[in-house]
């Protein structure tokens, strides 16, 4: 029953799509179906949130992928680099949207539990979350203690020196 809620609104939603949704648009709306269809989703632990959102969004990401994406996969290519080219934005797309994703879930999950927090401020490093904020990033009187910094990646394989920049 609950996949059958899942699925049936996941084609719902990529039925009216003509391009691809923003990245907070895709996770809006995974937040409203599992909420809808998964019973208790609101009792569930922070974790088991964030990993069913991460799983259940690349879900519906392939299904408006499939349907927006048809006619280019299916298409002759010119020449190689023309396959190329088309796989490389198709899979640079599936990245940041993953990327996208993943911050918009924890941005979600830190507003539930009442955390103040600001996401991807303008301060050095850039990084995805300072908690509380910008403005205690840059008072040089905030306690550091009380001063946090998030570098949030959907891996860390090569990006390792990216996050200790940030």
């Given at each position: 029953e609950t996949e059958e809620c899942i699925d049936r609104r996941f084609w719902q939603f990529a039925s009216i799509c003509e391009g691809f949704p923003?990245?907070?648009?895709?996770?809006?709306?995974?937040?409203h179906i599992l909420r809808t269809c998964v019973t208790d989703f609101a009792a569930l632990d922070p974790d088991s949130k964030l990993l069913a959102c991460i799983e259940?969004?690349?879900?519906?990401?392939?299904?408006?992928e499939r349907q927006v994406c048809q006619t280019e996969i299916v298409r002759i290519f010119r020449d190689v680099d023309d396959f190329v080219q088309t796989g490389?934005?198709?899979?640079?797309?599936?990245?940041?949207?993953?990327g996208r994703s993943l911050e918009n879930h924890v941005h979600e999950l830190l507003g539930k539990a009442g955390i103040p927090h600001e996401m991807r401020p303008d301060v050095d490093g850039r990084p995805a979350v300072v908690i509380p904020g910008r403005v205690?990033?840059?008072?040089?009187?905030?306690?550091?203690?009380?001063?946090?910094?998030?570098?949030?990646?959907?891996?860390?394989?090569?990006?390792?020196?990216?996050?200790l920049n940030e």
């Open positions: 923003t990245g907070d648009v895709f996770s809006a709306e995974i937040w259940a969004e690349y879900k519906l990401f392939r299904l408006v490389l934005r198709i899979f640079n797309r599936r990245k940041a949207r993953a205690a990033y840059n008072d040089d009187s905030y306690p550091l203690e009380n001063l946090f910094v998030l570098g949030i990646k959907t891996t860390c394989k090569d990006r390792w020196r990216q996050v």
